[in-house]
C-alpha cells in the first residue's frame, strides 16, 4: 500500500491564485514527521516545510502553510499569491522512524501568467 | 556556497564501466543520505550516514553499489560494472541530525550507454 499519496499529478493554476496541493499519508507510528520539497525543472531538491505530528498549530513558511488535519491523514500544501517561479515539481513526504523519508510520486505545479 | 555539493554534475559512462559520484554536505551535518531519482519519480532511498558509521544501507539495489563516508564529511557512491538500468538522477542530503530537514545537492545525472 501506498504511505504517501499525491492525486494531482498535474495542476494548472493562474498567477497569483492560491493553490493546494494535496498529499495524504499512512502510518501506524505515532511520531513522524511531514516535509514538503519543491524540484525545479533544473533537479535540485528544495525543502519548503516541516510539520512534526505532535505540532499543534499548522506550519508556515513565507507564502508556504501546511494544512495538517491529522484525523485524516492529510498534509496540503497551501502557496498563497503563486508566482511563475513557483512553476515545479512537488513532493510530499513522511519520516518514519529515525531518518527514512518516504516520498510521494509528485505534483507538477504549471503557474499560467 | 554553504549548501550540500555534488559532482559531477553530469556523468555519461558506457555499461561496465566503474563511477565515483562525489558528496560534500554542509559543514556540521551529522546525517548524509544518499537516493536515486528516476525521471518523473520521486526519490527512493539508498543509504544513510550518522558521521563515518553507515547505519542503513538497506535501499542500495544490489553489491555493485558501495558507499563510503570515511571521515564523517565528503562521501562518495560508487557503481561498479554499471548497467543501463544505473541511469538516474543521484541526489545526497545531508541534516543536522536523522529526523531534522534533509538539504540536498543539485544532483549527479548519471546516463549509462
Known amino acids: 500500500a501506498q504511505k504517501i499519496t499525491q492525486t494531482q499529478p498535474g495542476m494548472f493554476v493562474q498567477e497569483k491564485e492560491a493553490v493546494t496541493l494535496d498529499c495524504t499519508y499512512d502510518?501506524?507510528?505515532?511520531?513522524?514527521?511531514l516535509f514538503w520539497y519543491k524540484q525545479p525543472s533544473s533537479g535540485e531538491m528544495i525543502f519548503l516545510i516541516y510539520q512534526g505530528s505532535y505540532d499543534q498549530q499548522n506550519a508556515t513558511e513565507g507564502r508556504y502553510s501546511l494544512n495538517f488535519q491529522k484525523a485524516r491523514k492529510s498534509a496540503n500544501l497551501v502557496i498563497s499569491a503563486s508566482q511563475l517561479g513557483d512553476s515545479a515539481m512537488y513532493f510530499c513526504a513522511m519520516r518514519e522512524g529515525n531518518y527514512q523519508l518516504i516520498w510521494g510520486a509528485g505534483t507538477k505545479l504549471i503557474i499560467k501568467p | 556556497g554553504a549548501g550540500v555539493s555534488q559532482s559531477p554534475r553530469y556523468k555519461v559512462a558506457k555499461r561496465g564501466q566503474d563511477v565515483a559520484l562525489r558528496c560534500d554536505p554542509i559543514?556540521?551535518?551529522?546525517?548524509l543520505f544518499w537516493y536515486q531519482q528516476a525521471l518523473g519519480q520521486g526519490p527512493e532511498f539508498l543509504t544513510y550516514f550518522q558521521n563515518e558509521a553507515q547505519l542503513d544501507k538497506s535501499g542500495l539495489p544490489s553489491d555493485r553499489f558501495f558507499a563510503e563516508r570515511p571521515e564523517g564529511s565528503v562521501s562518495t557512491l560508487k557503481i561498479q560494472r554499471t548497467q543501463q538500468e544505473d541511469s538516474a538522477v543521484y541526489l545526497c542530503a545531508s541534516s543536522l541530525g536523522g529526523s531534522q530537514p534533509q538539504h540536498f545537492g543539485d544532483g549527479t545525472r548519471l546516463s549509462i550507454l
Open positions: 559543514s556540521g551535518h551529522v546525517s
Open positions: 502510518t501506524s507510528d505515532p511520531s513522524y514527521g
